[in-house]
């Protein structure tokens, strides 16, 4: 449990949050975040496997950890894609709450 928390929600977790930011600010697709995601969860394995000695084909951690890392991914990159949305065209939209925008009327 002390490595999920330390290297999957902290160390990777905080690789995963930057990712999604990365990707919405660049006007990528959101479904480029899965991608990643995908990608992080293979080194959240290896890393859990060279450091701590944990099974590197493990399928159920490889799926916790990939789906971690996909929902911080996913919530990184709604809340930067609200936020660039609001702060770059600021008399088409405005923000409705944290994860969503509107028209301006």
Do not use: C, H, N
């Amino acid at each position: 449990m002390a490595v999920y928390l330390g290297l999957t929600v902290l160390l990777m977790g905080f690789a995963a949050w930057m990712m999604g930011q990365a990707v919405a600010e660049s006007w990528r697709p959101v479904w480029q975040v899965p991608a990643y995601a995908l990608a992080l969860g293979v080194g959240d394995r290896f890393l859990a496997f060279a450091l701590f000695e944990e099974p590197l084909l493990s399928l159920p951690a490889y799926a916790l950890d990939t789906a971690t890392l996909l929902a911080l991914g996913i919530l990184s990159f709604r809340l930067a894609r609200v936020r660039k949305m609001v702060s770059q065209y600021p008399w088409l939209y405005e923000a409705a709450g944290p994860f969503w925008w509107r028209d301006r009327i």
